[in-house]
């Protein structure tokens, strides 16, 4: 039974609680890396929807869209295969950040350790997260999850070679910033978003 059945309807709920409630300084628990990913993102505020299949990531984006009445509202985005890929899914685009009020978006990796989303110049090319629109919808997929910051940034490395692109940085306030968070060179110049993730099986 995976991940996914024990959060959502079946087998038994282990870890969640123990993590929680432990100490900021003590070490994490040894748990897979889907479900520390998952227990850390929902806790940091983001808005979590697992899809067994595309039809099922179809559906969820048609329930967000329909949530926040987003239907006469284009999405911001900056990534011309994922615009095809949704483009039949009746969502319409602009290149233009101040048009939307939504940015929609793929990333490079779910970070397990923080909860955080990895994201560089592939997916933001030169913004800073501020000046996005407040609203964040992320298309990934679990084959995406990593440990840690340090394991997605060596993926990173070896996957483009000398060609590392630049503007790499986590999302990964789904709420106000603090002085706990605001020393995390990583998340310079970022801002709290409402962020929903749209996570598709693929292993």
């Excluded at 070679?161 to 998340?187: E, M, R």
């Amino acid at each position: 039974m995976g991940l996914f059945d024990k959060l959502f309807g079946g087998g038994k709920k282990v870890s969640k609680e123990t993590l929680e409630t432990r100490g900021v300084h003590m070490p994490d628990l040894n748990i897979p890396v889907d479900e520390k990913f998952t227990i850390h993102f929902k806790k940091n505020g983001g808005k979590f929807l697992y899809c067994d299949s595309f039809s099922e990531v179809s559906e969820a984006l048609k329930n967000i869209v329909m949530e926040n009445e987003w239907q006469d509202q284009p999405f911001f985005a900056m990534n011309a295969s994922l615009e095809q890929k949704f483009i039949k899914e009746g969502i319409t685009f602009t290149d233009k950040a101040k048009k939307s009020e939504v940015f929609f978006t793929t990333c490079e990796h779910l970070v397990a350790q923080n909860g955080s989303i990895l994201v560089c110049s592939n997916q933001l090319n030169e913004k800073k997260l501020n000046e996005l629109p407040e609203n964040i919808i992320v298309f990934a997929t679990t084959s995406q999850l990593v440990e840690s910051i340090g394991e997605g940034l060596k993926i990173i490395k070896k996957k483009y070679g000398h060609s590392i692109p630049a503007n790499i940085t986590t999302l990964k306030h789904f709420q106000a910033a603090n002085t706990k968070n605001s020393n995390d060179f990583l998340t310079y110049g970022s801002s709290s978003k409402n962020l929903y993730l749209l996570l598709l099986e693929d292993l």
